[in-house]
């Protein structure tokens, strides 16, 4: 029975689930641990705050299925707590590591630093607990492999962040390395197999029964454990489909099946909204009405029957079944594969694109026209803000995928989460571009993460939507208040002063024709390092998709 | 009785307790709030990011005597909530102030932005309620005025941060103007009189019957409120005094009574470690033995009678008293001024400064060059790690003040808090110039804090000690250990790069000779803007009295 380190067996747990990398900032608690990192296999990647390494480790996971992070006791976990939240909300699996003090020294009742001075060593893990699906704080090294376990698990099966306290007197403890050959709970084990068959069933029969069904891609229920099952449903299903704001980037958009991006009253309205809206079945992946994701609550889809499918239930109608979307998913591609065609709903195709160039890079032109520059093989992050609302216009080239944080939106997350994902791109070849797309005023917050997106992972392409402030929010309220606006920075220089060892090239594209220029030139669109486009955009400026919500919206208030 | 909206009733009361600047990130939760900023006559400071606001937020309090910080409901606040930690731990009273969305939209049950997704909107209230010595979410708006003051009482009372949650429907109700003429509790409250005075009388007979009594200036028992009673205090009881690396930059260093820093085995070996270890009597003003505020706990005061003055009591010996250290400490300083000597108490002077410029930028060189840098009117914030210990070397001339995080010990705090500070003092004209000493890989956390350093409050002087990664870590573990790296950045090229329309000068200064020129040079000492000098030192190098600590811990730990 031979033993080892707890810290080895932490790492090689996480080895297990596929971690590679593990993003963090050191802090004297958490050393020990750290020294182990290299020695199992793992990669260390530092990064330059705490919130930073979190939305990487957000990034990461979203490609490879899990991440880690690494921070130290009190301010360093404390300032890793906003990611780790936007993780929970959106279903992100991220392990939380924070290194404690040692018990031993717990107990001597000193005050340590990093405590809030009071004595007392437990705030943090219950501010944690507020956002985690599990939590473990390690005090008995008897016990630690199977709480490590326990929480590991609890991620695994919810989709979920965990966190995971852990001192010098445990990583320096032994555990019998037969723990490690009980695999961990990897994939969501099965409902009752009668309900599932049942639930697929009512399933294929409200389709057979629609006269006008349609399939909505959306991001609720965890997609990273079923977004592979979904080109093939489309393909399978042979009906008109639509992705929401969370939804976007799963599919391939490329498909003559594609109708559009759904975001209510936001959506394009000759085609994608009756579309939508005269549906009499939709088939819906891992529905999630949030205001974000539904162009402010402003879409209609009360005439439908909707089949919702969800990392743990699956309703059709009003009928709830115990089964899951990871299982679901398979088992109807199957059926469909061999069932004669469903209804014939016919949704008018979204006009194709006829790009004029316009004076100024106006957001209207910029979405339809990031349609042809975003390739295959591009993995597109979009930050939250006029960003998110723009990209549902944007059409993916098939082999073109991405995500924007829809539901939680916190702003400085996509630069951040793109670093992450870039580094996780390398390591499966699963991409081999990173476009960024972000708001001057987002960039602000994590600026500092363009460090990390300049010097590891693919290389990519991060286009700065500069227009003097936050103007998403002007749409909410402060129209020319001077709360909206946004210190003015040089944006180009940041990125190399971040990096001055790497290539960084940069430019600022005051007009469409400098940005267009750009956009054709094949040395631009292939350079194997970082480039940064600061785009010079007007204030008052937002996509059309935007300021519809808005008008339905305030409409929808005052009726 | 007329009446007021409720956002202008907060808002006023904050103007009571002498806020003029408020700190945050827009939100649209919160912007109906921050448009009755400037109509209440404050001014409102958008920051880059939320936890830099925090910090800037800290800073402006300790000048002022209050700050306030405004953010929104989820990922905003969350981001705050180290930096709000570090006020708890340091007893620095912060107003949080969070937007959270409008109660009846909550009433809806529909997901809303910022939430976690899952239907509740109280988990970041009781995250907030770990770190904050009161808490309100404000929903009635009978009572919220009544809330508004409870929790202001209490941060006044505690100096602690609060927190206060208001919606958009609260924000729009309204209140009598009439509740404003209550006074806020500014002043903390007298203890019994009969329990101070037999405290104050304990005391002097204490320090009568001692023959070697000193004074030690310590940072617990929130400075802000007692810190003006230090110097009359030294100059009345004419007995030396030390001060803590907590208490670093409260008293007058040009007093002839003050004989040097106090940090357990890291003080000066001849003088000031029998100075304080053979005392028999020690004046204690806010003792907080933590362990980064005592060498690590290798000082030994255990000979001394120990009068410890806390902001809710008095200890002489082991006899506590209700009294307070606001309102003894002009006692004592009235009755010290009229008082026959205390007995005289030969502590030797730490010996005069004699500098040899070196070939690098060394430690030991830099910390005493320091003390002639350093000028009357200047603040110094001193980040933590190699810098915090080294600043205790370092002897401020008269009218120089200053501090550091000591306790929480959160690194890119004191580049922020440098900000806030640097307005705060603009405002009072307190200070003329701020100088920020911090590591590089501390500043990489909130290096963003730059712009607001370099465009408001007084000239800032950056002094940045680039050694390539976290000096203070490798000397707990992994002195080559890449974890313990960090990645070059421009430093100089940044702080240009976040004001380009602001005058930011930079230097390089890879040797001492050249570092010594810039500090000779009076237009770079007068410079009316910000000037940024990135100091290369070695990755092995750290403050003498850093090295002296770790070799005593270590040999604690093993006898």
Same mark, same amino acid.
């Not at 007197?169 to 599932?196: G, R």
């Not at 998913?329 to 949704?347: N, W």
């Given at each position: 029975?031979?033993?080892?380190?707890?810290?080895?067996?932490?790492?090689?747990?996480?080895?297990?689930?596929?971690?590679?990398?593990?993003?963090?900032?050191?802090?004297?608690?958490?050393?020990?641990?750290?020294?182990?990192?290299?020695?199992?296999?793992?990669?260390?990647?530092?990064?330059?705050?705490?919130?930073?390494?979190?939305?990487?480790?957000?990034?990461?996971?979203?490609?490879?299925?899990?991440?880690?992070?690494?921070?130290?006791?009190?301010?360093?976990?404390?300032?890793?707590?906003?990611?780790?939240?936007?993780?929970?909300?959106?279903?992100?699996?991220?392990?939380?590591?924070?290194?404690?003090?040692?018990?031993?020294?717990?107990?001597?009742?000193?005050?340590?630093?990093?405590?809030?001075?009071?004595?007392?060593?437990?705030?943090?893990?219950?501010?944690?607990?507020?956002?985690?699906?599990?939590?473990?704080?390690?005090?008995?090294?008897?016990?630690?492999?199977?709480?490590?376990?326990?929480?590991?698990?609890?991620?695994?099966?919810?989709?979920?962040?965990?966190?995971?306290?852990?001192?010098?007197?445990?990583?320096?403890?032994?555990?019998?390395?037969?723990?490690?050959?009980?695999?961990?709970?990897?994939?969501?084990?099965?409902?009752?197999?009668?309900?599932?068959?049942?639930?697929?069933?009512?399933?294929?029969?409200?389709?057979?029964?629609?006269?006008?069904?349609?399939?909505?891609?959306?991001?609720?229920?965890?997609?990273?454990?079923?977004?592979?099952?979904?080109?093939?449903?489309?393909?399978?299903?042979?009906?008109?489909?639509?992705?929401?704001?969370?939804?976007?980037?799963?599919?391939?958009?490329?498909?003559?099946?594609?109708?559009?991006?759904?975001?209510?009253?936001?959506?394009?309205?000759?085609?994608?909204?009756?579309?939508?809206?005269?549906?009499?079945?939709?088939?819906?992946?891992?529905?999630?009405?949030?205001?974000?994701?539904?162009?402010?609550?402003?879409?209609?889809?009360?005439?439908?029957?909707?089949?919702?499918?969800?990392?743990?239930?699956?309703?059709?109608?009003?009928?709830?079944?115990?089964?899951?979307?990871?299982?679901?998913?398979?088992?109807?591609?199957?059926?469909?594969?061999?069932?004669?065609?469903?209804?014939?709903?016919?949704?008018?195709?979204?006009?194709?694109?006829?790009?004029?160039?316009?004076?100024?890079?106006?957001?209207?032109?910029?979405?339809?026209?990031?349609?042809?520059?975003?390739?295959?093989?591009?993995?597109?992050?979009?930050?939250?803000?006029?960003?998110?609302?723009?990209?549902?216009?944007?059409?993916?080239?098939?082999?073109?995928?991405?995500?924007?944080?829809?539901?939680?939106?916190?702003?400085?997350?996509?630069?951040?989460?793109?670093?992450?994902?870039?580094?996780?791109?390398?390591?499966?070849?699963?991409?081999?571009?990173?476009?960024?797309?972000?708001?001057?005023?987002?960039?602000?917050?994590?600026?500092?993460?363009?460090?990390?997106?300049?010097?590891?992972? %693919?290389?990519?392409?991060?286009? &700065?939507?500069?227009? *003097?402030?936050?103007?998403? /929010?002007?749409?909410? #309220? $402060? !129209?020319? +208040?001077?709360?909206?606006? %946004?210190?003015?920075?040089?944006? &180009?220089?940041?990125? *190399?002063?971040?990096?001055? /060892?790497?290539?960084? #090239? $940069? !430019?600022? +594209?005051?007009?469409?024709?400098?940005?267009?220029?750009?956009? &054709?030139?094949?040395?631009?669109?292939?350079?194997?390092?970082?480039?940064?486009?600061?785009?010079?955009?007007?204030?008052?400026?937002?996509?059309?998709?935007?300021?519809?919500?808005?008008?339905?919206?305030?409409?929808?208030?005052?009726?």
């Amino acid at each position: 029975m031979p033993e080892i380190l707890i810290s080895e067996y932490l790492l090689r747990r996480l080895k297990q689930i596929g971690i590679d990398t593990i993003f963090g900032v050191p802090g004297d608690y958490e050393l020990a641990l750290l020294d182990q990192v290299e020695p199992q296999g793992l990669s260390w990647i530092g990064t330059p705050n705490e919130l930073v390494g979190a939305y990487a480790a957000d990034g990461y996971a979203r490609i490879k299925g899990a991440g880690a992070l690494v921070t130290t006791f009190g301010p360093g976990e404390l300032s890793a707590i906003c990611g780790i939240g936007g993780s929970y909300c959106e279903n992100v699996p991220v392990v939380h590591i924070v290194g404690y003090p040692p018990n031993p020294l717990q107990k001597t009742g000193k005050i340590l630093h990093h405590t809030i001075g009071d004595g007392s060593f437990d705030h943090y893990h219950k501010i944690s607990a507020e956002i985690s699906c599990a939590t473990t704080v390690l005090t008995d090294p008897a016990t630690s492999a199977a709480e490590i376990d326990r929480v590991l698990n609890a991620m695994l099966h919810y989709s979920k962040p965990i966190y995971i306290g852990i001192s010098e007197d445990i990583v320096f403890s032994k555990v019998s390395d037969e723990y490690l050959s009980t695999p961990l709970i990897h994939t969501l084990a099965p409902s009752v197999p009668e309900s599932e068959a049942v639930a697929v069933a009512e399933i294929i029969k409200a389709l057979e029964s629609a006269t006008s069904p349609i399939l909505m891609v959306d991001g609720g229920a965890a997609p990273p454990n079923w977004a592979k099952y979904v080109d093939p449903l489309v393909e399978a299903l042979k009906i008109p489909f639509f992705v929401t704001t969370m939804g976007k980037g799963i599919a391939n958009e490329g498909s003559p099946y594609y109708k559009g991006g759904w975001s209510g009253a936001g959506s394009w309205p000759t085609s994608v909204i009756p579309g939508v809206e005269n549906a009499d079945c939709i088939l819906w992946l891992g529905n999630y009405p949030s205001d974000f994701n539904t162009g402010i609550f402003t879409g209609n889809t009360s005439g439908a029957n909707i089949i919702d499918l969800q990392r743990f239930s699956v309703k059709v109608g009003t009928t709830e079944f115990d089964a899951r979307i990871n299982h679901v998913m398979p088992k109807l591609v199957e059926a469909f594969e061999s069932h004669p065609p469903l209804a014939e709903y016919a949704v008018e195709a979204i006009p194709p694109i006829t790009l004029t160039t316009p004076e100024n890079i106006e957001h209207d032109w910029l979405w339809d026209r990031l349609s042809t520059f975003i390739r295959a093989g591009d993995l597109v992050i979009t930050e939250t803000g006029t960003a998110q609302a723009g990209i549902l216009q944007t059409r993916f080239a098939s082999g073109a995928h991405g995500w924007t944080q829809a539901i939680y939106g916190s702003i400085g997350y996509a630069t951040a989460a793109a670093a992450g994902a870039s580094i996780a791109s390398k390591e499966t070849n699963a991409h081999t571009r990173v476009v960024l797309i972000t708001g001057e005023g987002s960039l602000q917050l994590t600026v500092q993460a363009l460090s990390l997106l300049d010097r590891f992972g %693919v290389p990519p392409v991060v286009l &700065v939507l500069n227009n *003097k402030g936050y103007t998403v /929010e002007r749409f909410f #309220r $402060g !129209w020319t +208040a001077g709360y909206n606006d %946004v210190a003015n920075w040089d944006y &180009v220089g940041l990125a *190399k002063a971040f990096a001055p /060892e790497t290539e960084v #090239r $940069g !430019w600022k +594209a005051a007009t469409a024709a400098e940005l267009e220029a750009l956009f &054709v030139d094949e040395a631009f669109n292939n350079a194997p390092c970082a480039r940064v486009v600061d785009m010079v955009m007007g204030v008052d400026d937002g996509p059309t998709n935007l300021r519809t919500m808005f008008v339905a919206k305030a409409k929808k208030a005052g009726s």
